[in-house]
């Protein structure tokens, strides 16, 4: 279980490693966007993406069985 843990994490270094070093200007138009954002907008975006996450954790788990 710890190694499925270690390999998430792998991914997401992954993955926001790529964002910063592919398209550095993209993420920094983003993080502008985000600061004009409320708490509350920035707290339902979070919100919604972890219910994604986890829908998709779901399914793809679901699949290995």
Do not use: D, N
Not at 8 to 28: D, K, N, Q, R, T
Not at 44 to 52: E, K, M, P, S
């Amino acid at each position: 279980m710890i190694w499925m843990i270690g390999i998430a994490l792998g991914l997401v270094f992954v993955i926001e490693g790529l964002a910063y070093a592919l398209a550095p200007s993209f993420v920094e138009k983003m993080l502008a966007a985000l600061a004009e954002l409320t708490h509350q907008q920035r707290r339902r975006v979070g919100l919604i993406a972890v219910f994604i996450g986890v829908l998709l954790v779901h399914f793809c788990a679901r699949g290995l069985h």
